[in-house]
C-alpha cells in the first residue's frame, strides 16, 4: 500500500504553532507567501493628517507611498527516519504519531527559537535590565548581570505606551531564569494579581503592566555588544539573555511548503525511509519597529 504523504505530512505540522506557542501570538503571514520560500506583505504608509478647523483652500494634496515587506523562510529538515512496517504505521494514526513525534517536537523548538531570534531587534530598541546583581545563565556565558525586575517591565509598558501601541495584544516572552527573577521582585499582593491572569490554554502565564508573559526555556540571546545572537552558534563568555515584548500585529510568522521524502522498501535498510522538509519563518511586520522590544540583561560592573 503507498504511503499516503498528505496524512503525514498534516501530522508533522500539527501543532506546530500551538495555542501555548510564543509564535502564534503574532500576525499570520501564511496567505503572503509566494512559491513556498518568500513573503511578500503590503506595509502601508504614514497617515494623511487631520486638521482642525481647515481656512486654506484648495487642501494641499499628498500621496502615500507604501513598502512591500519582504522576508524569505528558512529551510528546516529532519533526519532521515527508518520504518520497518509501513502498512502498519499507515493504517493507524496513534502509530504514525509515535513515529514522528520526536522530530515534531524537534522542529517546534528549532522553528520557535529562529523565529524569536528573527523578531529580536537592534540594540536601539532595547533596553536593559536594572535589577540586583545575579549570575549570567546563557550557556557559555560567565559573569554577573542585572536580574529582570517588574520596573522592567514597567519601563517597556512605558515605550509602548509612548508610542500608542494598543494595549490589548501585547505580549512578553521570558526565559526560565528571567521569569524566576521577575516572580522574586513582586510583592504578594503583586503576585496574586499576576496570577489571576492565568490562562495556560494559550500559555499566558500572568499579566503585568499590560503585558501578557509567557515563557520557554529560553527566549532571545544578545552579544556583549548588543547584537541578537542565533541559538545554534557557541555561547560566548559576554553573551546576556534578553526578553522580548511585542504586539501581536507588530510582528508576523509564516509557514511555507511542506515536504517528504521517502524511499520505500529500500534494499539496504529492509524498510522505508522517510524525511521532511519545511519552510518558516517570521520578522517584524513595521519597518520602524514600532511595537517590539527587547529587554537585555545587562552586565553587572
Request: aromatic share 8%.
Amino acid at each position: 500500500m503507498a504511503i499516503q504523504k498528505e496524512i503525514w505530512m498534516t501530522t508533522i505540522v500539527e501543532g506546530l504553532f500551538a495555542d501555548n506557542s510564543m509564535i502564534q501570538k503574532a500576525f499570520n503571514a501564511d496567505e503572503f507567501v509566494e512559491n513556498g520560500k518568500t513573503v511578500h506583505i503590503p506595509n502601508a504608509g504614514a497617515a494623511s493628517g487631520v486638521v482642525k478647523n481647515r481656512t486654506e483652500f484648495p487642501a494641499a494634496v499628498s500621496s502615500r507611498t507604501d513598502n512591500d515587506l519582504t522576508f524569505s523562510l528558512d529551510e528546516f529538515t529532519t533526519n532521515p527516519i527508518r520504518i520497518p512496517n509501513a502498512d502498519t504505521v499507515e493504517l493507524s494514526y496513534s502509530k504514525r504519531d509515535s513515529v514522528i513525534r520526536t522530530d515534531r517536537a524537534k522542529l517546534i523548538q528549532d522553528v520557535t527559537e529562529d523565529i524569536l531570534y528573527r523578531w529580536s531587534p537592534l540594540a536601539a530598541n532595547s533596553i536593559e535590565t536594572t535589577g540586583a546583581v545575579v549570575l549570567a545563565h546563557t550557556a557559555g556565558a560567565t559573569g554577573n548581570r542585572l536580574a529582570f525586575t517588574k520596573d522592567d517591565v514597567l519601563a517597556a509598558s512605558s515605550k509602548f505606551n509612548a508610542k500608542d501601541i494598543p494595549m490589548a495584544g501585547r505580549f512578553m516572552g521570558v526565559d526560565a531564569v528571567m521569569y524566576n527573577q521577575l516572580i522574586n521582585s513582586l510583592t504578594a499582593a503583586e503576585s496574586i494579581a499576576f496570577h489571576s491572569a492565568v490562562d495556560i490554554k494559550n500559555g499566558v502565564i500572568g499579566q503585568l503592566h499590560t503585558f501578557n508573559i509567557m515563557m520557554r526555556s529560553r527566549v532571545a540571546r544578545y552579544t556583549g555588544a548588543g547584537l541578537a545572537k542565533e541559538w545554534t552558534t557557541a555561547g560566548s563568555a559576554t553573551d546576556c539573555a534578553a526578553a522580548l515584548a511585542w504586539h501581536e500585529n507588530s510582528v508576523c510568522r509564516a509557514l511555507g511548503e511542506i515536504t517528504m521524502f521517502d524511499s520505500e522498501s529500500n534494499p539496504l535498510y529492509y524498510g522505508d525511509i522517510y524525511s521532511f522538509l519545511m519552510r518558516a519563518g517570521g520578522r517584524p511586520m513595521r519597518t520602524n519597529v514600532e511595537g517590539l522590544l527587547a529587554i537585555r540583561q545587562a552586565t553587572a560592573a
